[in-house]
């Protein structure tokens, strides 16, 4: 089946240094890719969606500047953190979609714990 | 846009116990998923399951799209079975961003 590997899974930084999260899948190809957040007990907010080629697309009230993405090829987005708070501290998650086969369903990465200190 | 509301939001099991889980959404959909997130954070894709019913060992799952609900069973609840709950589901003419329900925090206990 479809997997996405993410990295790191968990990391601790100082405030006002940036953190960069990869995601890759690993056998498929992901022309589009999406970036998720988690605040404790609270359910998976969309962040942006991440398009290879080309500049991700962001939801409503995500600041674009403070996380960068970046879709460099059909395996690998990224998701930096910019001059990280302490309020940007949360659970960070991305998915990709498999488009052939039986499924067409949605498959996460394990997710990166960040914390800002 | 869509709303997915799942109940109930918390679950208290003994082991072996049954017990189902339900997602209700406001408008038509081309897809639905459940996941498990374990302790650790990890989503596992349980079902993609927009219509109809699926079995998967303890687990079964039934969509019933035209009245816009989805129920997760589990039989014979492990400890291990312990996490939160999503169903998460992409709207008709929404393109291909999926919206998460609210969740059930399930606890299965010894």
């Known amino acids: 089946g479809a997997v996405v590997s993410q990295h790191p899974s968990r990391v601790i930084c100082k405030s006002g240094t940036s953190v960069k999260i990869e995601c890759r899948s690993l056998d498929f190809q992901a022309t589009t890719m999406f970036w998720y957040r988690q605040f404790p007990k609270q359910s998976l907010m969309l962040m942006a969606t991440?398009?290879?080629?080309?500049?991700?697309?962001?939801e409503q009230g995500v600041e674009k500047d403070k996380f960068l993405i970046n879709h460099a090829s059909l395996t690998l987005s990224t998701l930096t953190v910019t001059s990280a708070h302490p309020e940007d501290s949360s659970f960070y998650i991305c998915?990709?979609?498999?488009?052939?086969?039986?499924?067409?369903?949605?498959?996460f990465g394990s997710g990166t714990r960040l914390t800002v200190v | 846009g869509i709303q997915v509301e799942q109940s109930p939001p918390d679950l208290i099991l003994q082991e072996g116990a049954n017990s189902t889980l339900r997602c209700n959404f406001s408008?038509?959909?081309?897809?639905l998923q459940w996941f498990h997130q374990n302790p650790w954070g990890q989503l596992i894709n349980l079902f993609y399951i927009p219509s109809g019913t699926k079995q998967n060992g303890r687990l079964s799952a039934t969509t019933v799209a035209t009245e816009r609900y989805s129920l997760l069973y589990i039989s014979s609840s492990q400890t291990t079975d312990s996490g939160v709950y999503f169903c998460a589901v992409l709207p008709k003419g929404g393109g291909n961003k999926l919206t998460f329900g609210t969740g059930t925090q399930l606890k299965v206990e010894l």
């Open positions: 998915s990709a979609r498999e488009t052939t086969g039986d499924g067409y369903g949605y498959t």
């Open positions: 408008d038509s959909v081309n897809n």
């Open positions: 991440s398009n290879e080629g080309s500049k991700a697309t962001y």
